[in-house]
């Protein structure tokens, strides 16, 4: 499985906007420019996550995003969700029906075993993401970045808040 890269987008904005002081937010700009990436196509993900209602939005000179909710009420499973949906990762299209084999008029009174396992590990894999906060990301990047970048960090969104 391949995500879309909107999805490692989205999870990098969602960080960077948990530092944000109270009250402000982030242009799609400033979110663009810290990341290299196009606006246009970062503007996608960020409205992904609006609509799933993980960040507020608002507009004039001082607008952009700030998160909707407290860091430990995101999971990451949340924001993978809004960017690529809920469905399974695993579409059965129950080509097992085609075994030329098969007694006419055969009927399987289930899915398959192929069908099972992947579905099952579907849901380890969202079960996994469902239990990661965003506050934990947060954490953990926090450890991973050296503090003079952590903090520079810091101060290059604080100039850019509206």
């Known amino acids: ?11 990098h904005c969602c960080a960077i906007l948990a530092g944000l002081p109270e009250g402000k937010y982030l242009s799609t700009k400033a979110l663009a420019e810290f990341h290299g990436l196009p ?13 799933a209602d993980l960040v507020d939005t608002t507009l004039g000179p001082t607008g952009g995003y700030r998160l909707a909710k407290p860091t430990s009420d995101i999971t990451v499973l949340d924001i993978v969700e809004a960017v690529e949906g809920k ?3 695993f579409e059965c299209t129950n080509i097992r029906a085609a075994n030329p084999c098969r007694p006419a008029g055969f009927c399987d009174a289930g899915p398959c ?5 992947m579905w099952a590990a579907d849901e380890a894999w969202r079960s996994s993401l469902r239990n990661v906060r965003l506050s934990d990301l947060v ?3 926090a450890d991973d970045v050296p503090q003079d970048v952590w903090k520079s960090t810091g101060a290059w969104i604080a100039r850019r808040a509206g």
């Open 39 to 51: 606006k246009e196509y970062l503007s996608k993900a960020l409205q992904a996550l609006s609509q």
């Open 1 to 11: 499985m391949i995500l879309r890269s909107h999805v490692e987008w989205a999870l």
């Open 87 to 89: 469905a399974r990762t």
């Open 113 to 117: 075993a192929v069908a099972r396992v």
């Open 139 to 141: 954490a953990t990047v």
